[in-house]
């Protein structure tokens, strides 16, 4: 039981510190328009629901004087479009599962869009999916997945191109359909605390060789509570494992 209680207690550390709020947890959030916020600090506030019926929207630069400084959206079930204004520095849009369109304002300093994905300005960093997609592949440019990217969405197959150097902890955070995962590199991401955690039986992933296969293996181990990894060469099945957890 106190071993349980760790875990959980690790994994909601590390929501907090993402900046989304914790199942449960009881927010009273002010309205703007079809907008529902919350004030980050004296200066910015962050945009949690959108609320409208608008299939496509535009973020607002500002709310009664205050910058949107963060968009991480918890629902907006009618979006299919969205354009960040110039302040936006974080964006977390996989939750929203008919969401498959992004722009940002050309003046926004701090993110840019590749292949319908929020990345950093540098092109370095995947920020967010949208979360209307059940099929990704991480773009060549990509060296980092930042935590909860792939948040609550519905993707069920992810493909990790060979550049990707770092696979932040709760990276694929509720991802409840999550099924396949291919790493097309010729080395196996550095894997955070609780990355990959699957709500299915098994995981399937795919590598090169099976020594990627055993690299993958000890990575995975003590990181995450994957119930069993199936990992193949090709369509040839190499290894299966059940992955421990270490608590401790």
């Known amino acids: 039981m106190k071993k349980k209680l760790l875990s959980v207690m690790m994994a909601l550390i590390l929501l907090v510190s993402s900046g989304l709020p914790v199942r449960g947890e009881v927010i009273h959030y002010k309205r703007y328009k079809d907008f529902k916020y919350e004030k980050t600090d004296d200066k910015s506030v962050t945009i949690r629901y959108y609320t409208g019926k608008k299939k496509q929207v535009s973020v607002p630069e500002k709310i009664r004087g205050l910058k949107v400084r963060y968009l991480h959206l918890i629902r907006a079930k009618s979006l299919k479009k969205i354009r960040l204004s110039r302040y936006v520095k974080d964006a977390l849009l996989s939750r929203n599962k008919n969401l498959r369109k992004v722009t940002i304002d050309k003046r926004n300093k701090y993110l840019c869009v590749k292949n319908n994905m929020i990345l950093n300005k540098k092109k ?20 980092r997945l930042k935590n909860c990217s792939f948040y609550w969405s519905k993707v069920k197959k992810v493909i990790i191109t060979k550049n990707v150097e770092v696979i932040e902890g709760e990276t694929f955070t509720d991802a409840r359909k999550l099924h396949e995962i291919v790493f097309e590199g010729n080395r196996i991401p550095k894997i955070g605390d609780h990355a990959i955690d699957s709500y299915l039986p098994e995981m399937k992933f795919y590598v090169k060789n099976e020594k990627l296969a055993d690299d993958l293996l000890k990575k995975l181990e003590g990181k995450t509570t994957l119930a069993t990894a199936l990992i193949y060469v090709g369509n040839k099945l190499v290894r299966v494992k059940k992955i421990e957890y270490d608590y401790t």
């Open 124 to 143: 370095t960093k995947l920020i967010s999916i949208l979360g209307g997609y059940e099929k990704i592949k991480i773009p060549k440019c990509v060296k």
